[in-house]
């Protein structure tokens, strides 16, 4: 116990990532007020000082100290306690430790952001390099247009010298998709002097009142779904069973 507790205070005084398996009672005080029973949990110390108690099973954290807390070590009697505090937000979290079963620490580093993959820039994008998936005769001319509404999507031309304007949405369209697509036509119609000017949306799918909408409004759909270029599974992708 002594030789964990010794390297439990070195990675907390050399702001290392700490991951302790151990046997434990919890007692929160802060949002709510909570008491979690003896159990074996996973604690997790990261460098910013955020804590995290996971159980053996499930994804979310069963408690959790934001970043910028404190943490000290306390032996008191035949256990030991990781007491946490934050005092802007008035928060308190202390475990009382019965058996750690093992403790790993380390310096980590990481810099990066998530890049969302199959976004609406990814989808414009698309769209803009295969103008067959809104038209035939769709010709793109340009990303990201902007105005003083927002960004137009896609921009480009038809064959009959129309402007045609894409608004693309990776989910389902609904009424505030449509009601966007009608700003942009109303200030392109107004900028370019011009009545010929045609609203498309290019979604997976369109709610039917949103469909309604932009029909009355005379305005277009496309199904179109945004490139997945991680995915792993499609739900028409073959079994082998099915061969």
Not at 50 to 79: E, F
């Amino acid at each position: 116990m002594q030789s964990f507790l010794s390297q439990i205070e070195s990675a907390l005084a050399k702001n290392e990532t700490i991951v302790i398996g151990c046997s434990c009672e919890i007692t929160y005080s802060g949002r709510a007020e909570a008491f979690l029973q003896l159990g074996d949990r996973l604690i997790i110390i990261k460098s910013d000082k955020a804590l995290l108690v996971h159980q053996p099973t499930g994804n979310a954290p069963i408690n959790y100290m934001k970043p910028d807390s404190s943490h000290s070590i306390i032996q008191q009697d035949s256990a030991v306690w990781i007491k946490s505090k934050n005092l802007p937000l008035k928060e308190y979290l202390d475990v009382c430790i019965h058996a750690i079963h093992f403790v790993s620490s380390h310096p980590l580093k990481d810099g990066q952001k998530l890049e969302l993959v199959g976004s609406e820039k990814d989808m414009s994008e698309m769209i803009y390099k295969n103008p067959s998936l809104i038209d035939p005769d769709f010709k793109s001319v340009s990303m990201e247009e902007q105005t003083k509404y927002g960004f137009i999507d896609v921009f480009g031309t038809d064959r009959n010298g129309n402007i045609v304007i894409v608004e693309c949405k990776r989910y389902c369209a609904d009424l505030g998709a449509v009601t966007q697509l009608r700003r942009y036509v109303e200030r392109i119609k107004e900028i370019k002097n011009t009545d010929k000017v045609r609203g498309i949306i290019a979604a997976p799918k369109i709610t039917p009142n949103a469909d309604k909408m932009l029909k009355d409004w005379g305005f277009e759909f496309r199904a179109v779904s945004p490139p997945k270029y991680l995915e792993r599974y499609r739900k028409d992708q073959k079994r082998l069973d099915g061969f």
